[in-house]
């Protein structure tokens, strides 16, 4: 293939991740900083109240939760997943990542900061669901060069648990805004 087919062979399969939904979310936070949480709040979470102890974990642990979905999109390593995500969460990121390296792409994104709403903590305090409202700046890119760069206002819906030290996200699905 040539160098000119195969960008452009590239540039076609960038569109195709983004038109099915694939790169919707962002790609790097720096190593250094947590993804920023401007806000979390708990008080109208239902059945029962969050510990404060159980809050403060959850807002450590999803942060970092970004900042690895952040590098591992931006370096297409998977395995930089497996600490924070579980379940249908981290196959959804791991396909991605997968389907992004086959096309020699990745996403670069920069995080201005989550509003998370918590809405559910369940009884035995093993899970908790919240919504997300992220700010985030994506550049899908092939190596350094940016083929697009958008400016991306998200609402998640997600799914934490409590695992043996720490909460993994387990679903982090995006939702029409309200």
């Known amino acids: ?3 000119v087919s195969c960008s452009r062979f590239r540039l076609a399969a960038m569109r195709l991740i983004v038109s099915f939904g694939l790169a919707l979310l962002p790609a790097t936070l720096h190593a250094a900083s947590p993804a920023p949480l401007t806000s979390f709040d708990a008080a109208s979470a239902t059945p029962r109240p969050i510990e404060e102890t159980t809050a403060m974990a959850v807002q450590r642990d999803y942060a970092h939760a970004w900042q690895s979905l952040v590098l591992a999109l931006e370096e297409n390593r998977a395995d ?3 600490e924070n995500f579980t379940g249908v969460a981290r196959q959804q990121w791991q396909s991605a990542i997968a389907t992004q390296r086959q096309n020699g ?4 994104i920069v995080d201005h900061g989550h509003t998370v709403q918590v809405s559910f903590y369940s009884l035995d305090g093993s899970a908790l669901e919240a919504f997300d409202n992220a700010d985030l700046e994506v550049q899908y890119r092939d190596g350094s060069k940016v083929l697009y760069s958008e400016h991306v206002q998200a609402r998640y819906v ?6 043996e030290n720490s909460w ?4 982090l699905q995006e939702v029409p805004a309200r």
């Open 1 to 3: 293939m040539t160098d």
């Open 158 to 163: 997600v799914l934490l648990t409590a695992a």
């Open 168 to 171: 993994k996200v387990r679903i």
């Open 105 to 108: 792409l990745s996403r670069r």
């Open 80 to 82: 930089l997943l497996n």
